[in-house]
């Protein structure tokens, strides 16, 4: 839960979070490649976790609407 509202706070609504143990895999969307690594940077400083899979796509089409 931790994780999760960190990664809100940091304005990535789309970015989900499971954890298993110590390992935490990402999900969801977001506009940029720097936020998708952002996300990976943000989940392991709220939480003592490893990203062990980062499945999270970059839809650029978002940034204007469509």
């Known amino acids: 839960a931790t994780i ?3 990664l809100q706070n940091a ?3 789309n ?3 499971k954890v298993i143990g110590s ?3 990402l999900g969801g969307a977001v ?13 392991e400083a709220a939480a ?6 980062n499945l999270i796509r970059v839809e650029t089409g978002r940034v204007f609407g469509f």
Not at 31 to 43: F, G, H, P, S
Not at 48 to 53: G, H, I, L, Q, Y
């Open 11 to 13: 304005g990535l609504p």
């Open 23 to 25: 390992d935490a895999y």
């Open 4 to 6: 999760a509202q960190q």
């Open 31 to 43: 506009k940029t490649e720097l936020e998708r690594q952002r996300a990976v940077t943000i989940a």
């Open 48 to 53: 003592p976790v490893t990203v062990r899979s």
């Open 15 to 17: 970015v989900t979070v």
